[in-house]
Every structure is written in C-alpha cells, then in structure tokens.
C-alpha cells in the first residue's frame, strides 16, 4: 500500500510489515551495507566508488553510499542500457564501459558473477595498493573477485556482514526488537 521512505527512493522493497491496515514496503538492505562499512573500519567518505553491476541491491548500495558522503559513485554494467537506467533514481552517477578501470578506491561487485566460481575477466592490477574489494556474494565465502583483490594485496570483504545486518533491520521492523549481534551470530552462518 505504501512504502518507506528508503523504498520509495530506491524503488526496492526487501521487507514488508503490516501497520493499521496497510502493507508497507521497506528496504533494510541499505542500513545492511552501512552497518557492514562501518563494521570493516574503513573511511569512506570522499572516496571514489566503482560498483559493478547495475541489479537488485545497487540503488540501496548507492544510497547507503550517498548517506556515508562518498565523493563519486561510478556503475559498470555488462549491459550499459541498465546502468543508465539507474541515473532516473539517481543523479551524478557515472557511467563506464564494462572491461574500462580508472583509479577507484573502493570496487564492489553487485553482478552474480562469483555465486558459481565465475570469474569477473577484468584487469584490476592498475588500481594500485590500499583498495577496498567488497563482494556482496557471501556464499561461497570468497568468490574469485575477492582472491583476484587479496592477491593484489587489497582489503576484501564478502556480504555476509551486510547479510546479518540487514536481517536485524527486517527483525526490528516485524517485531520491535533489536537483537544481539554478535561473533555467535557470524559463526552460525560459517556452518552452513
């Protein structure tokens, strides 16, 4: 019947409640992926962001972005006509040919390559040293995206973090109480 103001922005909806009478839209991936950030201790504000893939979870990775004060978020597509159509939700945001790399300080990848051992055929060795290489993948626990970036000697993280946390949000918004999370809750997941 309606949505969140975070739905309503991204145009995604990952949690629905029932309040008075009306079904109402939410998006807690967007506090996930903040919260996922925050947790990893690394500063991005005034950062250059590359973001692989143009699908479902990208508008909420591009507002929590947004919200954390980044200096330029940049979209990769496989197929560009998808990441343009991001610009209708979001202004400011660049576009770049797929297989194309400049400098960027943090690299996401939102495509599904990785879920089954793919591999993203891009050269990400001219990126120098000190990146961020964030999959939002977390099963398999490091996706080739992620060994390509340790092996150049960069920080990796996989969406589990972002995972746990947006659970909560959808927890919290159903029924009105925050649980605990803790290296427990993390641990649980490793065992699946």
Same mark, same amino acid.
């Not at 409640?17 to 839209?25: I, K």
């Not at 979001?90 to 194309?100: R, S, V």
């Not at 040293?129 to 996989?158: A, M, R, S």
């Given at each position: 019947?309606?949505?969140?103001?975070?739905?309503?922005?991204?145009?995604?909806?990952?949690?629905?409640?029932?309040?008075?009478?009306?079904?109402?839209?939410?998006?807690?991936?967007?506090?996930?992926?903040?919260?996922?950030? @925050?947790?990893?201790?690394?500063?991005?504000?005034?950062?250059?962001?590359?973001?692989?893939?143009?699908?479902?979870?990208?508008?909420?990775?591009?507002?929590?972005?947004?919200?954390?004060?980044?200096?330029?978020?940049?979209?990769?597509?496989?197929?560009?006509?998808?990441?343009?159509?991001?610009?209708?939700?979001?202004?400011?945001?660049?576009?770049?040919?797929?297989?194309?790399?400049?400098?960027?300080?943090?690299?996401?990848?939102?495509?599904?390559?990785?879920?089954?051992?793919?591999?993203?055929?891009?050269?990400?060795?001219?990126?120098?040293?000190?990146?961020?290489?964030?999959?939002?993948?977390?099963?398999?626990?490091?996706?080739?995206?992620?060994?390509?970036?340790?092996?150049?000697?960069?920080?990796?993280?996989?969406? @589990?973090?972002?995972?746990?946390?947006?659970?909560?949000?959808?927890?919290?918004?159903?029924? @009105?109480?925050?649980?605990?999370?803790?290296?427990?809750?993390?641990?649980?997941?490793?065992?699946?």
């Amino acid at each position: 019947d309606k949505l969140s103001p975070e739905a309503e922005q991204t145009q995604s909806v990952n949690t629905i409640t029932f309040d008075n009478g009306c079904l109402v839209g939410h998006n807690t991936d967007i506090a996930g992926f903040h919260a996922a950030i @925050k947790k990893l201790n690394f500063s991005v504000k005034g950062k250059k962001v590359l973001i692989l893939g143009a699908g479902g979870v990208v508008p909420s990775i591009i507002l929590a972005l947004k919200n954390m004060h980044v200096q330029q978020i940049t979209i990769s597509n496989r197929t560009r006509e998808k990441a343009e159509n991001l610009r209708t939700l979001f202004n400011n945001l660049k576009i770049l040919e797929w297989g194309n790399l400049t400098d960027f300080h943090i690299v996401i990848n939102a495509t599904s390559l990785g879920l089954n051992n793919e591999t993203i055929n891009l050269d990400f060795s001219s990126l120098g040293q000190g990146k961020l290489f964030y999959d939002v993948i977390y099963n398999p626990h490091e996706t080739n995206f992620l060994k390509t970036g340790k092996q150049l000697g960069h920080k990796t993280e996989n969406g @589990k973090t972002m995972f746990v946390y947006q659970a909560l949000e959808a927890f919290k918004l159903w029924h @009105k109480i925050e649980p605990k999370v803790n290296s427990d809750t993390f641990r649980l997941l490793d065992n699946d």
